[in-house]
């Protein structure tokens, strides 16, 4: 249940602090529950509503959960009562130019005078022009293998004749040497 893909625009916000004052942005939604209730990414970072908090699913443990299309969670703790997240919405944003974020690595970005400021900093799935959520799947690769693959072998024979013509060329220079000598 807590793989989440976005099916269209938008960005999971996720904070290294629980008051969400530095904001990372992401589309990995592989996401966890720490030991105090804390919905968290793969990296231990806050994954924040659409009001710009952590969510926290209470320290209770979770029997059930269920995470809508429009990112609403919600589920039943294991005393049988409803989690303390119930209700919460999953944030999420958009920008004027997303391929301007800075990638800061582990798949997080961050916003760069390129990409401008997010459009709506917690936006609600599914509402707006934002994507709907998919609980249960994994965004895929935008890496294509095959492409990959080719492009490295085309460089590398591109290498191999360019140090042939070095070494051609060393030889060429070589023999004149030798003849004026």
Do not use: C
Request: aromatic share 8%.
């Amino acid at each position: 249940v807590l793989d989440v893909a976005v099916n269209g625009n938008g960005w999971f916000v996720v904070s290294p602090d629980s008051g969400g004052e530095q904001r990372f942005y992401t589309r990995e939604g592989i996401f966890y529950v720490d030991n105090v209730g804390n919905l968290v990414n793969s990296n231990g970072f806050f994954v924040l509503d659409s009001g710009g908090a952590a969510i926290n699913l209470g320290e209770e443990g979770i029997a059930t959960l269920n995470i809508t299309k429009g990112g609403v969670i919600t589920g039943v703790n294991l005393n049988g009562d409803t989690i303390e997240g119930d209700g919460s919405v999953l944030g999420l944003a958009m920008f004027p130019n997303q391929d301007g974020l800075e990638r800061v690595g582990q798949n997080m970005y961050q916003v760069s005078p390129t990409s401008g400021e997010p459009i709506d900093e917690y936006g609600t799935p599914n509402e707006g022009g934002y994507g709907a959520i998919a609980s249960g799947f994994l965004e895929m690769s935008n890496v294509d293998l095959t492409d990959e693959f080719t492009g490295m072998i085309t460089t590398q024979r591109g290498y191999q004749a360019n140090a042939r013509t070095v070494t051609t060329s060393d030889h060429l220079l070589e023999e004149l040497l030798n003849i004026k000598r």
